[in-house]
């Protein structure tokens, strides 16, 4: 799921998508949330060389979302969640949703 390439010097995370993939769709909604700073790389209207980058990220696929955070590490199919943890944030869990939905606590 996640390794790591050489520093390529990126200050910003780089997001790997397409409009067509709702967990991209989802992970660009949760990073807006959160309002942390990417570069989104469209692969199906973007630049060509987008789709060449991530072929290389991905192992020669065109698996989306792909993300490439500014330490290096590539996370492949990535979830919002595990995103999050490694940008050291956490989002409530499915589980926690619910409880809060149901007044747990009050």
Known sequence: MSRTKPDTGETKMIVYGHDF???ARGLIHV???HEIDYEYRDVVSGKP???KELKQLANG???VPTVVFPDGVVMVE???DQVLEHLGLKEPGFVDKL???FGKGK
Do not use: E, V
């Open 21 to 23: 993939c709702s967990q």
């Open 31 to 33: 990073l807006n949330r």
């Open 49 to 51: 060389k987008w789709k």
């Open 61 to 63: 696929n065109l698996s």
């Open 78 to 80: 990535p979830w919002p």
């Open 99 to 101: 409880a809060s939905w």
